[in-house]
């Protein structure tokens, strides 16, 4: 892309098959849980900088999850680049977006796939 702007917070999404077989392997990693609701299956783990969200009976694939407007603490930014504004420069460059965002302003979520078929989600929430 010619045109740099921060995609936010990041971490990645898991699908999990079960979802406290996996706590508990991340935890052993040394990974807390910070946030999620476990009885609807989903669960934002930490270490450090570093986050994984895991997602039981959601979605097929891993998903590479980015966070316009929020800082790896997940607190929000005072200045970022829009979802809208992000998801205009995608299609200028000439990708392809699988789902988009459909709101004005305010929270929205776009979803694309790399070259190889990863599936990348930019999921504002501010």
Known sequence: MTNSSSLGA???????????????????????????????????????????????GMFEDNILTFNPGWNQSAEALEEFTDIREIQRRLKSEGLDIDVEVDSADGPGHCILRDPDGNTIMLDQHV
Request: some cysteine; hydrophobic content about 45%.
């Open 10 to 56: 990041f971490c990645i999404s898991l699908s999990v098959k079960d979802l406290s077989a996996s706590q508990a392997f991340y935890e052993k990693l040394g990974f807390v849980v910070s946030g999620g609701e476990p009885t609807q299956n989903w669960l934002v783990l930490r270490n450090g900088p570093h986050v994984i969200g895991l997602f039981q």
